[in-house]
């Protein structure tokens, strides 16, 4: 939703070259760390893309050393504590070291927005280096993060086939994901959750089918304008490649839109008895719909999508009601 604090984290056009040289070796520590994760988690069923993990683990740490040689010759030997989260435009990795199922679409998904990402920032930073040598080496960078790009469709390219290589790893489905698929599924879920409470409300409390409907569409539409500003704000997609900020400001608005209509329109029924039954069937689907969106896309455990967002759901829903008998 919509927030009205100010964002605290730092501009990136605002940083040092020091700054921009230290972010670079945190990035690549933490990249390293995510390819070994990748190789040890796919190591039994998977060894070939294991192997080519812990190459892609090993050519980070070797960035890592350039980036740091660099700095210690420029700057000294204390680094500046900053991390990807301390600057506006990047977007966190996702912890995947704690989710019990990996599948390889999902991690040919999650390294080409690495590499995609990486290749972004080193060609932003070198814009802002004037230092010759440090300029130099994060363009050396950025071409070889480009180069590191299409491992992705490396992966385990034996088991896939060509069908499989064809149909799932090119660059334009996997930035049709970046960019419409992940804002609108976080904004069905937010739109869905969200608008239980106050659509309820004014059902229990006015027992008005009319009434009902127009304060669930004035809640689906206000939590789609919110949503669909938040994450046009979060991020111009410059440093991430995440894609217009316009695109996904609309996939997360409409889609946040849509999950809160659908409990709504159940109330153009006439009869509240009726009206009311469906809109909670409604929910009931929307609830586990979610739930299984988050285990295909998110690669969230289904049983842990069901607790979060069944169970969540439910609370919220019940929320309204209470609030609504009051």
Known sequence: MFSLRPDARRAFSSLSEREILSLA?????EDGRIYSEFAT???????????????????????????LDLYVERFGKRLVPIR?????????????????????????????EMEEGAYRFYMEAA????????RKLLGDLAAQERKHADAADRIDAK????????????EAHRQFVLTYV??????LMDGSV?????????AFATGDTHQTFLVGLAAAVGAGISMGFTEAASDDGKLTGRGSPIKRGLAAGIMTAIGGLGHALPYLIADFMTATTVAIIVVLVELWAIAF??????????????????LGGSLVFAAGILIGNA
């Open 41 to 67: 988690r796919l190591a039994e069923t998977y060894p070939g893309s294991a192997a080519l993990f812990e190459a892609m683990a090993a050519e980070e740490d070797e960035h890592r050393r350039r980036l």
């Open 127 to 134: 814009k802002q280096a004037t230092d010759a040598g440090i």
């Open 84 to 112: 990807r989260e301390h600057v506006r435009g990047f977007v966190p990795r996702k912890p995947l070291w704690l989710m019990k199922t990996l599948t390889l679409e999902a991690v040919r998904q999650q390294v080409w």
């Open 293 to 310: 969106i988050q285990n295909r896309y998110m690669q969230t455990p289904f049983w842990r999508a069901v607790l979060q967002v069944v």
């Open 159 to 170: 088991v896939l086939g060509a069908e499989g290589r064809d149909s799932e790893s090119t």
């Open 194 to 202: 969200s608008t239980l409470a106050p659509v309820f409300a004014a």
């Open 182 to 187: 992940q804002p609108g599924l976080a904004g």
């Open 25 to 29: 070796v945190a990035a690549e520590e």
